[in-house]
């Protein structure tokens, strides 16, 4: 059977090595030192390592707009103009009316037995009367009337529909694989055994 190269080169200074120990050794010696060839399995190391399951990526989430119900401020009549009568003012008064003028008159009169005639004089005669005075005249005056104002509820928009960009993480497993640190290989070893190395 044909032998790799390299296991020539091996094989060739084994024998040679073989020849050497040979030669060095007296004859009576008899001992020789032998080598065998012994394959060393390869060497394997357990590691860990993260795994892309899922690639980052982004999305948006729609919010919508919000609402809510308002009371809002109304004008029902706008202001405007009117014209008010202010009537007339009255008031009781109280007076003194002469309702007799002062007066002279003649009047017989018996005095001493005697019939003469004599001048009466009449004071005037007062009376006190209440009468409704007017004090102010009726008038006409301007008048501005407000604004009348109302209430009414209502639906208003208090937020505007909006987007929110929502960035979503890569998601990585861990997972464990063997990986190979040594290849197997060829050595030559001493050859143990009790007889030594014989032919």
């Known amino acids: 059977m044909k032998m790799p190269f390299g296991l020539k080169a091996v094989s060739a200074q084994a024998s040679c090595l073989l020849l050497v120990c040979s030669m060095s050794l007296p004859a009576s010696a008899g001992q020789r030192s032998c080598y065998e060839e012994t394959v060393v399995p390869a060497v394997y190391q357990t590691v860990e390592e993260q795994v892309l399951v899922r ?41 003194r009316v002469m309702v007799r003028p002062a007066s002279v008159s003649w009047e017989y009169q018996v005095r001493h037995g005697k019939r003469i005639l004599c001048e ?56 464990t694989r063997q990986v190979k ?3 197997a290989q060829s050595v030559w070893r001493p050859l143990k055994s009790r007889g030594g190395c014989r032919s």
């Not at 407000?146 to 990585?172: H, L, T």
């Open 181 to 183: 640190v040594r290849d």
């Open 55 to 95: 690639p980052a990526s982004a999305g948006y989430i729609k919010h919508p707009a919000v609402y809510a119900e308002q009371e809002r401020r109304i004008i029902v009549q706008s202001a405007s103009i009117a014209y008010q009568t202010i009537p007339a003012v009255y008031q009781w008064q109280t007076r």
């Open 120 to 175: 009466v004089k009449h004071p005037a005669v007062y009376q006190n009367q209440s009468q409704n005075v007017m004090v102010q005249r009726a008038s006409r005056v301007k008048v501005t009337l407000p604004p009348v104002y109302g209430s009414v509820r209502e639906r208003v928009q208090v937020q505007p529909a909006w987007s929110e960009r929502v960035e979503k993480p890569a998601v990585y497993r861990t997972v």
